[in-house]
């Protein structure tokens, strides 16, 4: 089968494709696994054009446009001449595309739309998505419920089939957890981590809030909260100062390497999510291959990438419930969920899985 990946949004600040590649890796390896079988082209438009084979994936850099085009007629018969059997498209959000890109490659070709966390449109917008979806053969969603949900609200065709589809996984792996506390220096009985941006979509001073409270049930617990955003920082920073006394097991560790992650993972016995929406979670799939048991909300993504198989959930933007998640966490049989944590995410979330899964749907398209 001959595969096309295709990127609509113009990344002009990237020159340079090693760059690209490496931001891009979680959704690369899922490539890589998928180019052992089958023809695989992925086309990217950042300020670069040439063309790199790495790892039997041939990456297609185009900078047709200066910025992400409407109607990006270049790119959809750039596109027509690699005769794709299936053409992946990521992102929901670029309906009029998706349109000429259909009318350009004729009806021969499947097109494929994979959900990147995007929320449905509203108004106009929703009807144009509407309209696309009749050009498309097939939704990739990270979870069944949130594609069903996109149907109900009328933003696609409920025809359309919908499958459970990862955007990508993790690029990092477990490590004894000893040499990764000679890195990190964590400590503390049960230790717990959280990632991420401090923004309001993640909710981080919910999380800390709920901690705060779990000291005084346990007080060896410890909380690591590592961020590459930091909008609300002060906010964070105001409520640590202001109860001190309650808050010195929360350690504010700041932004890492990414290729220092595996570490920090490693380190800890728990992840915590406090997201009120996701896509495909990369922190949490990171978390689960480091075997670190995910304390996260019940969104449907999250749950699914759990599967019932593993961790602890609760309900989304309760505080409350993720304080009695915490108390809970304490009788965990830590070494235990930890195994089962990486059997979930070996079987479901890894590259070979996702790849695997990939292959399944389009051979009921195709």
């Not at 690699?82 to 992946?88: C, E, T």
């Not at 690591?224 to 929360?250: D, H, K, P, T």
């Not at 350690?251 to 728990?270: E, P, R, T």
Request: with cysteine; hydrophobic share 40%.
């Amino acid at each position: 089968m001959r595969i096309v990946y295709l990127n609509y949004f113009c990344s002009k600040k990237y020159d340079k494709p090693e760059d690209w590649l490496a931001k891009m890796q979680p959704v690369n390896v899922v490539l890589e696994e998928l180019a052992k079988k089958h023809t695989v082209i992925s086309v990217q438009q950042i300020n670069y054009n040439d063309e790199i084979k790495r790892h039997s994936v041939d990456y297609r850099f185009v900078n047709f446009y200066k910025k992400t085009t409407l109607l990006p007629f270049r790119l959809s018969h750039f596109v027509k001449k690699l005769q794709a059997d299936v053409i992946i498209i990521h992102g929901t959000v670029f309906p009029i595309q998706t349109i000429l890109l259909k009318l350009v490659v004729g009806k021969s070709v499947t097109i494929v739309v994979q959900h990147h966390a995007e929320l449905p449109f509203k108004g106009i917008k929703k009807m144009v998505q509407k309209i696309a979806s009749f050009f498309v053969d097939a939704y990739f969603f990270p979870s069944k419920k949130t594609g069903k949900i996109w149907q109900a609200e009328g933003n696609i065709d409920s025809a359309k089939p919908i499958f459970t589809i990862y955007e990508g996984a993790s690029t990092i792996q477990q490590i004894d957890r000893v040499n990764a506390r000679l890195f990190t220096k964590v400590n503390g009985y049960p230790t717990y981590i959280w990632v991420g941006r401090l923004d309001a979509k993640k909710q981080p001073l919910q999380a800390i809030q709920a901690f705060a409270s779990f000291l005084k049930v346990q007080p060896t617990a410890r909380l690591y909260m590592l961020f590459y955003s930091s909008n609300l920082i002060e906010e964070v920073a105001s409520y640590l100062g202001q109860n001190e006394s309650r808050c010195n097991n929360i350690i504010l560790v700041g932004k890492i390497a990414h290729q220092d992650l595996y570490n920090w993972y490693s380190s800890a016995d728990f992840y915590i999510s406090s997201s009120l929406h996701e896509g495909t979670s990369f922190t949490l799939s990171e978390a689960m291959s480091c075997g670190c048991v995910p304390i996260v909300t019940n969104i449907p993504t999250l749950a699914e990438m759990l599967g019932n198989n593993c961790g602890l959930l609760y309900n989304v933007g309760n505080k409350n419930a993720l304080f009695e998640a915490l108390v809970a966490s304490v009788s965990v049989a830590i070494e235990e969920e930890s195994s089962k944590t990486l059997q979930q995410y070996k079987r479901h979330l890894s590259p070979s899985s996702i790849a695997n899964n990939i292959e399944a749907a389009l051979a009921q398209l195709v």
